[in-house]
C-alpha cells in the first residue's frame, strides 16, 4: 500500500480523497494555486504546495509543477479525483515514466475512450450496442453527405473531451453548417482537438450510467447503476440509485454489457459505462468516463463499497476481495448537485464569501463540501460548491429526506440552485421516474 499520495485537484473532490486516504493511514500532499491557499483540502492535507497563479491551466493543469511536487516530496501515486488532468492520457504517461502510480487507468485505455469515436468502434467489435451514426468526419462537405446517410436530427460530437462541450443538435440540414463549425472550434479551444464525428440524434431517453471496479488480476465487479437524466444543457443536475426505470432483466443486460466493455479495453481501477435508454427498453453505448465520477457517492450509499479506497487499493497491486455475488443494492440514495449560480438569472456563475454556513445532519445524510464560514467561494473554476446526497430504505423516503435535507441547507452571501433543485424534487415527471434528458429544456422547468 502507499504510504503517500498527491491529490491533483481541488475543490469537495480533494476533500473526499483525502478523508479516504486519512482513514487508509496514507500521508497526503496537496497542490493548490494562489487563489486557494485557505482552502479546506490544504489545511487538511499533511503537506501542501503552491504551485501557480489562479486560472486552472497555470496551476492545476500544470503537470511538470504537480510532477515535480510529487517527487520533492515523495508522493508514490498521484490521484486526480474528476475533471483536470483525471482524463488526461499524457499526465498518465509522465507518471508512469518518473515512477509515480496513478490512480485510474494505463494511459493507452484513456487515450482509447477519450477518443469517443475510437471508443464507439472498440465497442462495436465488442457486440456493445451503439448509437448509428459515423466515424470521424474530414470536413464539413464530408459532413454533409454523412448526415444525409444518418438522417436528421443528429448530433454533432467532439471526439475528444467530455461535460458537454462540443456537442451541437442540427434538426434539419441548413443548421449543419453552423453546427459543425462551432462544435469543432469548441472542442479545440477546450480540449486542443477540433475532430468531430456524426451521430444520430436519439430523443426521449435516459441517461444511466453502469459503475464498475476492475483489479489488475482479470475481476471485474459491477455496482449497478445510476440515473443521471436530470440535465441542463448536458450538464448533470441529479442523479440516483437505482434507476426507477431499471428492472431486473435490463440490469442484467446492461451489467453484461458494461463487463463486455471493460474487459474489451483492458481497464482496470473504477470507470463508468454510459447508456443511452430508449422507450422500447433498448439501450447503447455512449462512452466511458476512465475516472472517478461526481455522483459516485450514490453508488457508495446502496452498496456500502467505498469506492475511492478501492481506487487507491487497486492502484496499489492488491486484488478485489468480493466479487459480483456479494454486491448487492440496498435502498435508494438520491445526489444534488450545489452550484454557485444563480438560477433566476439565466443560471449565472458568481463567488463570493460564504457569510454563513448550516449542513444539514441526520441518519443517512452526506454533504461532500469544501465550504466553511467565511470562506470566499473564487470565481476561477468550476460552479459546484457541493454534493448532497441521502439514503433511505426506499424512493419515496429518499426523496421525501433529500427535500427535508436540502429545506434545511443554508448557504448565505453565495448564490445557489438550492430552490431550483427543490423544484425538480417536487416535479410531477421525478416524482413517478418518468423523466428523460429533454426534462428541462422541453419546459419541464424553465431554463
Not at 49 to 67: E, H, M, R, T, V
Not at 100 to 129: L, N
Not at 134 to 140: E, F, P, R, S, T
Request: hydrophobic share 40%; net charge negative; proline share 4%.
Amino acid at each position: 500500500m502507499f504510504s503517500k499520495i498527491l491529490i491533483a485537484n481541488r475543490g469537495e473532490i480533494a476533500v473526499r480523497i483525502l478523508r479516504a486516504c486519512r482513514e487508509m493511514g496514507i500521508n497526503t500532499v496537496a497542490v493548490y494555486s494562489e487563489v486557494d491557499r485557505d482552502a479546506l483540502h490544504v489545511s487538511l492535507a499533511d503537506e501542501g504546495y503552491c504551485i501557480g497563479p489562479p486560472a486552472a491551466a497555470d496551476s492545476y493543469l500544470n503537470q511538470s509543477a504537480i510532477l515535480t511536487v510529487a517527487a520533492a516530496a515523495g508522493a508514490e501515486a498521484i490521484h486526480p479525483g474528476y475533471g483536470l488532468l483525471s482524463e488526461n492520457a499524457e499526465f498518465a504517461d509522465l507518471c508512469r515514466q518518473c515512477g509515480i502510480a496513478f490512480i485510474g487507468p494505463a494511459p493507452e485505455v484513456i487515450a482509447k475512450m477519450g477518443d469517443k469515436e475510437e471508443a464507439k468502434r472498440t465497442m462495436q467489435g465488442a457486440c456493445v450496442p451503439v448509437i448509428p451514426g459515423c466515424g470521424l468526419v474530414a470536413d464539413l462537405e464530408e459532413a454533409e453527405i454523412r448526415a444525409l446517410e444518418i438522417g436528421y436530427p443528429l448530433l454533432v460530437k467532439a471526439r475528444a473531451g467530455g461535460g458537454g462541450r462540443g456537442i451541437r443538435l442540427v434538426k434539419t440540414g441548413g443548421e449543419l453548417k453552423g453546427a459543425f463549425l462551432s462544435a469543432s472550434e469548441e472542442a479545440r479551444s477546450a480540449f486542443g482537438d477540433g475532430g468531430v464525428y456524426l451521430e444520430k440524434y436519439l430523443d426521449h431517453v435516459k441517461h444511466i450510467e453502469v459503475q464498475l471496479l476492475c483489479d489488475n488480476f482479470g475481476n471485474v465487479v459491477c455496482l449497478g447503476e445510476r440515473e443521471c437524466s436530470l440535465q441542463r444543457k448536458n450538464q448533470k443536475l441529479l442523479e440516483e440509485s437505482p434507476s426507477p426505470a431499471i428492472c431486473g432483466d435490463m440490469r442484467e443486460r446492461l451489467t453484461e454489457a458494461s463487463v463486455k466493455a471493460a474487459r474489451a479495453v483492458g481497464y482496470t481501477g473504477a470507470g463508468t459505462v454510459e447508456f443511452l435508454v430508449d422507450g422500447e427498453g433498448a439501450f447503447y453505448f455512449m462512452e466511458m468516463n476512465t475516472r472517478l465520477q461526481v455522483e459516485h457517492p450514490v453508488t457508495e450509499m446502496v452498496t456500502g463499497i467505498d469506492i475511492v479506497k478501492w481506487q487507491i487499493r487497486i492502484a496499489s497491486g492488491l486484488p478485489l476481495d468480493f466479487t459480483q455475488s456479494d454486491v448487492s443494492l440496498r435502498g435508494h440514495s438520491i445526489e444534488c448537485r450545489i452550484n454557485a449560480e444563480n438560477p433566476a438569472a439565466g443560471f449565472r456563475p458568481g463567488g463570493g464569501r460564504v457569510s454563513l454556513l448550516h449542513v444539514p445532519g441526520g441518519p443517512w445524510v452526506r454533504f461532500d463540501t469544501a465550504l466553511y464560514q467565511d470562506y470566499m467561494v473564487p470565481p476561477y473554476y468550476d460552479s459546484m460548491i457541493g454534493k448532497l446526497i441521502v439514503h433511505a430504505g426506499t424512493r419515496q423516503e429518499a426523496l421525501r429526506k433529500m427535500r427535508a435535507a436540502l429545506c434545511e441547507l443554508t448557504i448565505e452571501g453565495v448564490d445557489c440552485n438550492r430552490d431550483f433543485q427543490l423544484e425538480l424534487l417536487q416535479s410531477d415527471a421525478f416524482q413517478s421516474g418518468n423523466y428523460t434528458t429533454g426534462f428541462i429544456k422541453s419546459g419541464g422547468l424553465n431554463d
